[in-house]
C-alpha cells in the first residue's frame, strides 16, 4: 500500500468515527431533552385562563405556567390551581389557611383572624350569586380558604367552603399576557 492509499484509508476510517461520534451525540442529546420535558410536564403544567375572576392579575386567553409539585406548600397570596367537584379547573388566590377565621364583607373586603387584610389589584364588588358560607367561617384543618381578585364575578370559597389539600394541582409561578394582546391596534 502506497502513501496515497494509506492517507484514504485513514481519511475514510476518521470519517466513519466522526459520523458514529455524531450519531452517538444526537442519541445522547434525544435521550436528554426527553428526560427533561417528562420532568418538565410532570413538575409543571400550563394551563389558559378561561374567565375574568381573576382580573386584573389574569386576564381571558393568557397562559399561566404552574407547579404540580409543592415543597413549601401554599401560603397566603399564592395562586394557584384547584379543580372543583365538576372536574373545572380555576384559577383563585389563597385568602385563608387551616385554622384561619375568615370574613368578607358584602362587597369583598377580607378580615383573617379579626384584621382586616390589605390587598393590591382586587376588584370589589357586591358578589352575583351572593354567599352560602356563614361567618366568621373557620377554615377547616386540611383546607384553605380561596378567593379571586374580580370578587363581584369570582366563584369561589364564599360560595364553594374551602377546598382541601387534594384539589389544588398546582401553584401559578408565571403568567403570560396573551390575553390583553388587541388583534387591531397590535398592542396590550
Not at 96 to 107: F, N
Amino acid at each position: 500500500m502506497n502513501g496515497g492509499e494509506q492517507y484514504s484509508l485513514d481519511m475514510a476510517l476518521l470519517k466513519i468515527r466522526e459520523e458514529k461520534r455524531k450519531r452517538k451525540m444526537r442519541s445522547e442529546r434525544a435521550v436528554i431533552l426527553f428526560v427533561v420535558w417528562i420532568l418538565v410536564f410532570r413538575v409543571c403544567g400550563i394551563m389558559r385562563v378561561d374567565g375574568n375572576s381573576m382580573r386584573p392579575a389574569c386576564h381571558p386567553g393568557d397562559i399561566v405556567f404552574f407547579l404540580r409539585i409543592l415543597p413549601d406548600g401554599v401560603g397566603y397570596g399564592d395562586a394557584v390551581i384547584l379543580k372543583d367537584a365538576s372536574g373545572e379547573y380555576l384559577i383563585k388566590r389563597i385568602a385563608g389557611l387551616p385554622g384561619d377565621v375568615m370574613e368578607v364583607d358584602r362587597e369583598g373586603h377580607l378580615t383573617r383572624n379579626g384584621a382586616e387584610v390589605q390587598e393590591t389589584d382586587v376588584i370589589y364588588g357586591m358578589s352575583e350569586t351572593g354567599d352560602s358560607v356563614d361567618y366568621p367561617y373557620t377554615v377547616p384543618e386540611g383546607s384553605y380558604f380561596f378567593l379571586g381578585d374580580n370578587r363581584p364575578v369570582s366563584l369561589d370559597s364564599r360560595m364553594l367552603g374551602a377546598a382541601g389539600r387534594e384539589e389544588i394541582k398546582g401553584k401559578v409561578i408565571w403568567a403570560a399576557g396573551a390575553g390583553r394582546w388587541n388583534k387591531k391596534t397590535g398592542k396590550r
